[in-house]
């Protein structure tokens, strides 16, 4: 099992810390998302400037944000300048934010998103100038408004056909969609006793897109958070926030695909609590409904030795082949450590 981490321009250890030495731990990956503040781009592109072995990706790039050619451009770009150490996640993000942050159409994210990875590498391969119909994107466009000058275009830079897509999803149809184009996924939560809700429907996808169904090229890295302390309540209680955001307050009442995906893991009555209360402006109340059980499931918390017992789960399911990566979120010099000797 590979392991990899999170960063964020705002997280509590200066993110190069942490890179630096994950990257002389061994660690495979560095992932930066974005939502509607930092971008994801800018933090990777930095992290790869100050690095020489480790891989670097963006979990995720939001696909209505950027034409598909921008796409490509910046992971070509990127690919050049590391030495093909780039990784290229993308994802569709949710309504919320594509239509209330970047004020696009949300659309139809599956097929956006078999679109998307399509045309990335129509351009990577270069076999022919750029040409594309599909239902989100026309190119050349030829659509209202169109000045009727587009021609098909070949890109100037050469990238590497090998360049790796990853999605962010987590829903059955999603993960499905994962197995028919992408190299890889980032769920944002994870139980190892549950690997299943993730694979099944990956392997679902690999075999309706005529490919063999197995995972052994197939990089399931899910993000599993971290918290290393004495007290096991209170790295329960730091987890919670975020959790309940997630499942309370990430999506509308009748949209929330981190709360349909709280209930497939068995936690239907707690996530219905959960968004009830955050839904009704009382985040604390739905932060502490967030149930022990769940976040004992998906995450690494309490001593050293709670962790190192709790890892056994994660090493059984990557050896079954169901977990490529593990990758830390929330993580501290002193967790990477941990963990890192527990594992590589």
């Given at each position: 099992?590979k392991?990899?981490?999170?960063?964020g321009?705002?997280s509590r250890v200066?993110?190069?810390?942490?890179?630096l030495?994950?990257?002389?731990l061994?660690?495979d990956?560095?992932?930066s998302?974005?939502?509607?503040?930092?971008d994801?781009?800018?933090p990777i592109?930095?992290?790869?400037?100050?690095?020489?072995?480790?891989?670097?990706?963006t979990?995720?790039?939001?696909?209505?944000?950027?034409?598909?050619?921008?796409?490509?451009?910046?992971?070509?770009t990127?690919?050049l300048?590391s030495?093909n150490?780039?990784l290229?996640?993308?994802?569709?993000?949710?309504?919320?934010v594509i239509?209330?942050?970047?004020?696009v159409?949300?659309g139809?994210?599956?097929?956006?998103t078999r679109?998307?990875i399509?045309?990335?590498?129509?351009?990577?391969?270069?076999?022919?100038?750029?040409e594309?119909?599909?239902?989100?994107?026309?190119?050349?466009?030829?659509?209202?408004?169109?000045t009727?000058?587009g021609?098909p275009?070949?890109?100037?830079?050469?990238?590497?056909?090998?360049?790796k897509?990853y999605?962010?999803s987590?829903?059955?149809?999603?993960?499905r969609?994962?197995?028919?184009?992408?190299?890889?996924?980032?769920?944002?939560?994870?139980?190892?006793?549950k690997?299943?809700e993730?694979?099944?429907?990956i392997?679902?996808?690999?075999?309706k897109a005529?490919k063999?169904?197995?995972?052994?090229?197939?990089?399931v890295a899910?993000?599993?958070?971290?918290?290393?302390?004495?007290?096991?309540a209170?790295c329960?209680?730091?987890l919670?926030?975020?959790?309940a955001?997630?499942?309370g307050?990430m999506?509308a009442?009748?949209?929330n695909?981190?709360?349909?995906?709280?209930k497939?893991?068995?936690?239907?009555?707690?996530?219905?609590?959960?968004q009830?209360l955050?839904?009704d402006?009382q985040q604390?109340a739905?932060?502490?409904?967030?149930?022990?059980k769940?976040?004992?499931?998906i995450?690494?918390i309490?001593?050293?030795?709670?962790?190192?017992?709790?890892?056994?789960a994660?090493?059984a399911?990557a050896?079954?082949?169901k977990?490529?990566?593990?990758?830390?979120?929330?993580?501290?010099?002193e967790?990477l450590?941990?963990?890192?000797e527990?594992?590589?």
């Amino acid at each position: 099992m590979k392991l990899g981490i999170t960063i964020g321009v705002q997280s509590r250890v200066p993110f190069m810390d942490l890179v630096l030495e994950a990257e002389r731990l061994g660690y495979d990956q560095v992932w930066s998302g974005e939502s509607y503040g930092s971008d994801c781009v800018s933090p990777i592109a930095w992290v790869l400037a100050r690095t020489t072995r480790i891989r670097a990706g963006t979990g995720i790039m939001q696909m209505p944000a950027r034409t598909p050619a921008c796409a490509a451009s910046t992971a070509m770009t990127l690919q050049l300048l590391s030495g093909n150490r780039f990784l290229c996640g993308v994802g569709p993000s949710g309504p919320q934010v594509i239509e209330g942050w970047h004020g696009v159409p949300f659309g139809k994210p599956l097929q956006r998103t078999r679109e998307y990875i399509e045309i990335i590498r129509k351009i990577v391969a270069r076999e022919a100038p750029l040409e594309y119909q599909g239902e989100h994107y026309q190119i050349p466009y030829t659509g209202p408004g169109a000045t009727g000058l587009g021609k098909p275009l070949k890109s100037i830079l050469h990238g590497n056909p090998d360049l790796k897509f990853y999605t962010a999803s987590i829903m059955p149809a999603g993960l499905r969609t994962a197995g028919e184009v992408a190299d890889g996924t980032l769920p944002i939560f994870m139980s190892p006793e549950k690997a299943d809700e993730v694979t099944a429907p990956i392997l679902a996808g690999m075999q309706k897109a005529g490919k063999p169904p197995t995972l052994a090229n197939f990089d399931v890295a899910p993000y599993t958070k971290i918290r290393v302390g004495a007290d096991l309540a209170a790295c329960r209680d730091a987890l919670r926030p975020e959790l309940a955001l997630y499942i309370g307050g990430m999506g509308a009442r009748n949209k929330n695909y981190y709360n349909d995906y709280a209930k497939r893991l068995g936690y239907e009555g707690d996530a219905v609590k959960i968004q009830d209360l955050y839904l009704d402006g009382q985040q604390r109340a739905a932060a502490a409904a967030v149930p022990d059980k769940l976040i004992d499931e998906i995450a690494l918390i309490g001593t050293p030795e709670r962790i190192r017992d709790r890892l056994q789960a994660w090493k059984a399911v990557a050896k079954d082949g169901k977990v490529s990566t593990l990758v830390l979120t929330g993580a501290t010099i002193e967790a990477l450590r941990l963990v890192a000797e527990a594992v590589l």
